[in-house]
């Protein structure tokens, strides 16, 4: 009976690609837009989350999020190395800065200022150059679509120079950082020269990240640090969630998001449960005959959950295939997009809504079959 089950539903191909393309075309309207709501959110955390050494973040306790900062002390620095547990301590800056360039063009840039000594918080991937050139006078390194933006159309050449709070800055190298959510172009340097770029305050240190001592617990000393100074300490995951949780609760991007992920489950869901009901209500004759020549409800129910088996499959599998290929060739095509991607949570939580709709969709059509009556066939 299973080769009769496969022959129903590819006896017209019309119908059957018909439903095979509804199930994708709903997989890859949730799948997308699912994406693309973590893809944006994620954002908020990019420039902090590529700053991967620190165990431990410290700033001034009433911080919101890692863009909206009050200064603190350099002396802070020092407290913090005195902490039980403390491996290391450096001071980080992270503030924006007006970028202009020799035709006069300029950008707001994300200034990332890393230690001068180890150079923590430096990015992880050069595209060129070398990031031991960040030690020369001036030095700055910048991700590539920030150069991009600078110098659109042209290619890169060391030893560049730009203007930052009309000091020289001398761009040494590109980088592969990830976008941030502000799409600014984002500069690293060293510390003492990133609090020259920017106009002067009394106090200018944004963070003191440190690394806790191997072997201890990382919560343990956050809560030190907590307690025995009037300083907020936060772990690396905690700091991430920390921006995340901020715009979430204080833009209107889940609210929009929402409104579309609804949406595209709804219409999703719709398109995905009632192609496959359609089909099975379309085929209500060929099942009344079965009926008539005694085939018994059991092999019918087995008939037609082996139609909605390959049906999601194949839905399933085209949809996210069409939706990994969106990410592909737009994040290439178009760089305001790049990093944005295809989770493998999103896929697979994906796969589990579109089996349940077509769990649901064979239920509903199901009574029809099993209540139908085999006279149905000769009328």
């Known amino acids: 009976m299973n080769w009769v089950a496969w022959k129903m539903l590819n006896g017209d191909p019309a119908k059957y690609l018909g439903t095979v393309f509804g199930v994708a075309f709903g997989v890859l309207l949730i799948s997308q837009q699912c994406s693309i709501f973590v893809g944006i959110i994620l954002r908020t955390a990019n420039p902090t989350a590529e700053i991967r050494e620190p165990d431990v973040w410290v700033m001034d306790p009433f911080v919101p999020n890692a863009d909206e900062i009050k200064p603190l002390s350099d002396s802070d620095v020092y407290r913090v190395r005195g902490i039980p547990g403390i491996d290391w301590a450096v001071r980080l800056y992270k503030g924006l800065a007006r970028a202009k360039v020799e035709s006069g063009r300029f950008r707001q840039v994300i200034l990332v200022?890393?230690?001068?000594?180890?150079?923590?918080?430096?990015?992880?991937?050069?595209?060129?150059?070398?990031?031991?050139?960040?030690?020369?006078?001036?030095?700055?390194?910048?991700?590539?679509?920030?150069?991009?933006?600078?110098?659109?159309?042209?290619?890169?050449?060391?030893?560049?120079?730009?203007?930052?709070?009309?000091?020289?800055?001398?761009?040494?190298?590109?980088?592969?950082?990830?976008?941030?959510?502000?799409?600014?172009?984002?500069?690293?340097?060293?510390?003492?020269?990133?609090?020259?770029?920017?106009?002067?305050?009394?106090?200018?240190?944004?963070?003191?990240?440190?690394?806790?001592?191997?072997?201890?617990?990382?919560?343990?000393?956050?809560?030190?640090?907590?307690?025995?100074?009037?300083?907020?300490?936060?772990?690396?995951?905690?700091?991430?969630?920390?921006?995340?949780?901020?715009?979430?609760?204080?833009?209107?991007?889940?609210?929009?998001?929402?409104?579309?992920?609804?949406?595209?489950?709804?219409?999703?869901?719709?398109i995905a449960g009632q192609t496959f009901y359609l089909f099975t209500i379309e085929n209500l004759k060929q099942f009344g005959a079965l009926k008539a020549m005694g085939v018994n409800n059991g092999r019918l129910i087995g008939m037609i959950l082996l139609q909605a088996l390959i049906v999601g499959v194949l839905g399933y599998s085209i949809g996210i295939g069409l939706t990994a290929l969106f990410f592909e060739v737009t994040s290439k095509a178009l760089p305001d997009l790049r990093g944005l991607h295809l989770p493998l949570d999103i896929a697979l939580g994906t796969g589990v809504a579109v089996g349940l709709i077509i769990v649901l969709a064979s239920i509903l059509s199901l009574r029809k079959v099993l209540s139908l009556e085999p006279a149905v066939v000769f009328r």
């Open 113 to 270: 200022g890393v230690d001068d000594q180890s150079l923590v918080g430096a990015p992880r991937k050069m595209v060129h150059g070398n990031l031991e050139d960040l030690r020369r006078p001036d030095a700055i390194v910048m991700d590539k679509e920030g150069y991009r933006m600078l110098w659109p159309g042209e290619d890169f050449r060391p030893g560049r120079t730009l203007e930052m709070n009309d000091r020289r800055a001398v761009v040494v190298g590109l980088c592969d950082a990830a976008a941030p959510f502000q799409s600014f172009p984002v500069v690293y340097t060293r510390y003492s020269q990133a609090i020259r770029f920017v106009a002067s305050e009394r106090q200018q240190l944004s963070f003191v990240v440190a690394g806790v001592q191997p072997g201890l617990s990382v919560p343990d000393v956050v809560r030190t640090i907590n307690d025995t100074t009037d300083l907020r300490a936060l772990g690396r995951s905690e700091f991430l969630w920390l921006n995340i949780k901020y715009y979430l609760e204080n833009t209107g991007i889940p609210v929009n998001f929402g409104i579309t992920i609804t949406l595209g489950f709804i219409v999703g869901t719709a």
